[in-house]
């Protein structure tokens, strides 16, 4: 199934599980997510098969599913220029970072790789850096030739967090900013920076009227119907989460424990438990300081 071709500019790259977007101008083209190291062989042969080299290779947001796999892209495309959002490179040089990516892109190799879908490339021993990036803001734009890129800060869900609006194609990729998607099921909120921000920010992606919409993970939808579904679902998913949490009266680890033991499931799963657990804190303690 994949690489997908949406159309002449537009194309899904990775695997169902990480989805790494290419977009394709007349004169420049740009990488739109790094995936992991599990998923950097499999990007990499699949831009050679197109003959492709990105110009551009754009970080949406620094967590280990999103940025383990840049120092396997740099090296491949040293001329490519890298961009991130403001706050992203600061989240990497916390002294926690490195260990915790690591540990993580390691155990994210071996559940991939359970599942057939990894491609031939060790794990990080270090953690990547975004020194000397092209640090963007809300509003700037790339144009690749009669193909303009704008960008999207995005707030609520991690540091540094930008999307990518591709207004000629009525194209928004969301990155994790309604949450990690469950096919069926729905969505895994994912608003560890803030909630109202979260909220403010599906409503403000679903002004954009998209006609197309890819996540980062499990999906992209190109019915209009379905998109504002999409919508729908990942607002229904955090409200649940809000008034579970609120109206919990034990304390805030046994709450965590019990978002824990229902969202840790295919396709959460490919995640180690600790990052996941870590994540049901947040999402406590996020609520809680509303």
């Not at 707030?155 to 990729?173: D, F, S, W």
């Not at 109206?247 to 424990?257: C, V």
């Amino acid at each position: 199934m994949y690489p997908l071709e949406i159309n002449h500019n537009l194309f899904v790259l990775g695997n169902e599980y990480f989805h790494i977007y290419l977009i394709k101008g007349k004169k420049a083209c740009a990488l739109v997510e790094t995936g992991i190291s599990a998923t950097a062989a499999i990007v990499l042969e699949q831009l050679s098969s197109r003959g492709v080299e990105p110009d551009y290779v754009i970080v949406t947001h620094p967590h280990s599913d999103h940025i383990t796999g840049l120092d396997y892209l740099k090296r491949s495309y040293p001329h490519a220029t890298v961009i991130a959002g403001d706050g992203a490179e600061a989240f990497l040089d916390h002294p926690k970072a490195e260990s915790t990516l690591i540990a993580e892109d390691r155990h994210m190799i071996k559940a991939m790789t359970a599942r057939g879908v990894c491609g031939s490339v060790e794990a990080i021993t270090t953690s990547p850096t975004l020194s000397g990036c092209n640090v963007v803001n809300d509003g700037d734009e790339i144009d690749l030739g009669e193909l303009n890129i704008k960008f999207i800060e995005a707030k609520g869900h991690a540091p540094g967090n930008i999307l990518v609006h591709i207004p000629l194609l009525k194209t928004v990729l969301v990155s994790d900013s309604l949450g990690n998607y469950y096919p069926g099921r729905g969505f895994f909120p994912t608003f560890f920076t803030g909630f109202n921000d979260y909220m403010q920010t599906i409503d403000r992606l679903e002004n954009l009227d998209p006609m197309m919409m890819g996540l980062a993970h499990n999906g992209f939808i190109l019915d209009k119907v379905e998109i504002t579904k999409m919508f729908r679902l990942a607002r229904q998913a955090a409200y649940d989460v809000r008034h579970f949490i609120i109206h919990d009266t034990r304390n805030d680890e046994e709450i965590a424990h019990d978002l824990f033991r229902f969202y840790y499931t295919d396709p959460l799963a490919i995640y180690s438990p600790q990052n996941i657990m870590n994540c049901c804190r947040l999402l406590v303690r996020r609520v809680k300081e509303i």
